[in-house]
């Protein structure tokens, strides 16, 4: 069993900078793929950025693809999404998902493609 937490959430302005940690338990962890999702009130949960276990291979969302950076260190079981531009389409609560097994086309994208989710936390960008 994985355990995801993520923590640095907040309020920022637009142009300002978050990084949010995604910390596991499990001894597992590593030999995942993992991935950050977010949710805005009123939608559908949508893909951001995924990392392979052994971080050689990233993918992001168009609306993210220059701003925000994923990475992972596996060492210490934690995972961050670096939100560099922010805009306030980007508010929404960000989860991490754990537990992908290998990518399989464009499997990454779809939330049912992961096991393992954390509570997710909020990031409010005001303009």
């Known amino acids: 069993q994985v355990q995801l937490v993520e923590s640095g959430g907040g309020l920022v302005q637009a142009g300002g900078s978050l990084r949010l940690s995604c910390a596991a338990s499990?001894?597992?962890?590593?030999?995942?793929?993992l991935g950050w999702f977010r949710q805005a009130p009123g939608k559908e949960r949508e893909f951001v950025a995924t990392?392979?276990?052994?971080?050689?291979?990233?993918y992001y969302a168009d609306s993210v693809k220059g701003r925000f950076t994923i990475s992972r260190d596996n060492g210490k079981n934690t995972m961050y999404l670096q939100m560099n531009s922010l805009k306030p389409e980007d508010t929404a609560a960000y989860y991490c998902?754990?537990?992908?097994?290998?990518?399989?086309?464009?499997?990454?994208?779809?939330?049912?493609?992961?096991?393992?989710w954390g509570q997710g936390t909020q990031v409010t960008v005001s303009s």
């Open positions: 998902a754990g537990g992908l097994t290998y990518y399989r086309g464009t499997n990454y994208l779809s939330p049912g493609a992961y096991n393992y």
């Open positions: 499990g001894r597992t962890f590593s030999s995942y793929a």
């Open positions: 990392i392979s276990w052994n971080s050689l291979s990233t």
